[in-house]
């Protein structure tokens, strides 16, 4: 709920593959808790392109992705794209590099937070 943000008004695109854990807390189990829509594209192969034209087409409000989409994504030119529902950003798993944080902010107008340990922190 602090992490992502997420109230029933929400809807969440979690781009995770399913064979990973991320694909349960992101796109399971922490929208349902908190009562948010999940958003489901079937996405073969990362295509920055078809993440912004999807970003900008479909209502999304938050948006978690690897940092290492944020960073391919931050290397295409977004100018053209409007991001109107687009309002909370998240990611985790490796160090996401400052410059690709700002380089989000200037091109979206949102923030990327990142977050730690979300596969290796749910384990009881």
């Not at 796109?27 to 808790?33: D, K």
């Not at 970003?55 to 938050?62: E, G, K, N």
Request: hydrophobic share 40%; net charge positive; glycine share 6%.
């Amino acid at each position: 709920r602090y992490w992502m943000n997420l109230t029933p008004s929400d809807i969440m695109w979690n781009t995770s593959d399913t064979g990973w854990a991320k694909s349960a807390w992101g796109s399971v189990f922490a929208p349902w808790i908190c009562g948010s829509c999940v958003f489901v594209h079937h996405l073969p192969q990362f295509k920055p392109a078809v993440i912004a034209e999807t970003l900008s087409r479909y209502p999304i409000t938050t948006f978690c992705t690897a940092p290492t989409a944020f960073r391919m994504l931050v290397q295409h030119d977004l100018s053209s794209y409007k991001f109107k529902s687009l309002k909370h950003c998240v990611t985790g798993g490796e160090p996401l590099l400052p410059e690709v944080m700002a380089k989000w902010k200037t091109q979206t107008g949102v923030d990327i937070h990142e977050g730690y340990g979300q596969t290796e922190t749910v384990r009881l």
